[in-house]
């Protein structure tokens, strides 16, 4: 059915105005003022509400083995909360470990996602080692439209490459016109410390930050930038959690590396002393990178508003506090991540646009059109526009409510920031001109989503 939103204010990552918008089929045809009504079309009144962009969450991670374990959300759970949230797409991280056949898990992947997410998606694909076949797989998964890669340069052994795998990968990545995200803490250093800790008798969760320190993700991003320097390959670094590996990144920018800068919302918001709390409280907080001391909070909204940091994300990652509780004797086997792709948008909103930290197009465009940029899905997802998938975000920003586990809808039993006030919420969300949230219930179709291809450079 076609669906004409009227008397809303549109927000870009340009510009502001109010105008009305007309969707037919999956597509925004027409933006104007006082647009007239075509019989049989759906009208939503959108006065005093805002209209964005479906927001892109540029890192997820829905089905993923690690650490002993798999994270909780399904793409049929994790798909309802990235709407109900606001977010449209999401681009989930690929990972098959160092021990599987990449391909293989690739379509793995796929086929999990495939007819059971009810927002659309897309993938960054891992790379885990480089051996014999990896080039000829690699090609075969970019020639899909899975057109961004994926590198740890932690996790040894697991998910974490070495350097001259790291080297073969950007190496590849620049011929085929593909970005290569990574995330950037040294291994070997990280394994060292854990040792040494756990020699120690430090076994608690506190331990967590000490062992991959600042200055362990500053090597990690220097080394990332320099490899990308090197070979002349794009980058975009992940959750980026400090002002060392900040200063890191745009040590890099300015001397013409192309490198982007993702971080997330915990990185803004929590700091180390959550996790330093006792028992099962405190692995809730376990994060790689760490939650760090709170002092780099500041520079990283100074960042986020200067746009060193191009994009916010989440790393969503739930494990249950059943799961966290596989590390009570040991906190490297705590099992690493926080969930947060319901909450990006609220959260931004209420401690980003409220308290004057950034402004309203900056967040739109950090949020959504800068991932698409960066991520091939540009102009179709990120924008307002005629011709533009008509994924529309019509958000209340009178609206006021607490984050809480009992009303959340990401597979998990606990929030991270539970109890915490919020303003703002997406009240009508679209997909392809499918009306999939309505004031904050998933009332659509939950096979709505679509796998997104992507084109190289
Ligand atoms: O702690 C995290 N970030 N867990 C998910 C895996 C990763 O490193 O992105
Ligand atoms: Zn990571
Ligand atoms: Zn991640």
Known sequence: MALLIKNGEIVTAEARYFADIY?????????????EVPAGSEVIDATDKLIFPGFI????????????TFAKDTHATASKAALIGGTTTFIEMCCPSRNDDALAGYKLWKQKAEGTSACDYAFHMAVTKFVAETEAQLREIVADGTTS???FLSYKNFFGVEDG????TLALAKELGVITTAHCENAELVSRLQAKLLAEGKTGAEWHEPSRPETVEAEGTTRFATFLETTGAEGYVVHLSCKPALDAARRA????????????????????????QPGVD???????????????HDDLWAALSAGTIDTVGTDHCPFDLEQKELGAQKFTEIPNGLPGLEERVQLMWTHGVC????????????????????????????????????????????????????????????????GWPVEGRASVVTVRGKVQVRDGEFVGDPQRGRFLKRGTR
Do not use: C
């Open 165 to 168: 795998e790291l080297y073969q």
């Open 149 to 151: 890669f994926k590198i």
């Open 253 to 276: 920018k300015m001397r013409g590396v192309k490198i982007s800068v993702e971080s997330v919302l915990p990185h803004f918001l929590l700091d180390k002393t959550l996790a330093e």
């Open 355 to 418: 308290t004057g930290r950034v402004d309203i197009p900056r967040v739109v465009d950090a949020m959504s059109t800068k991932a698409a940029r960066l991520f091939g899905l540009y102009p179709r997802k990120g924008l307002i526009a005629a011709g533009s998938d008509a994924d529309l975000v019509i958000f209340d920003p009178k609206w006021k409510g607490t984050l809480s586990v009992k009303t959340q809808h990401t597979n998990n039993n606990y929030n991270g920031f539970e």
């Open 282 to 296: 405190g692995m809730k907080y376990i994060m790689s990178p760490p939650l760090r001391n709170k002092r780099n």
């Open 23 to 35: 969707v037919e089929d999956e597509t925004i045809t027409r933006i104007g003022k006082n647009l």
């Open 57 to 68: 969450d540029p890192h997820v991670h829905i089905y993923l083995p690690f650490m002993a």
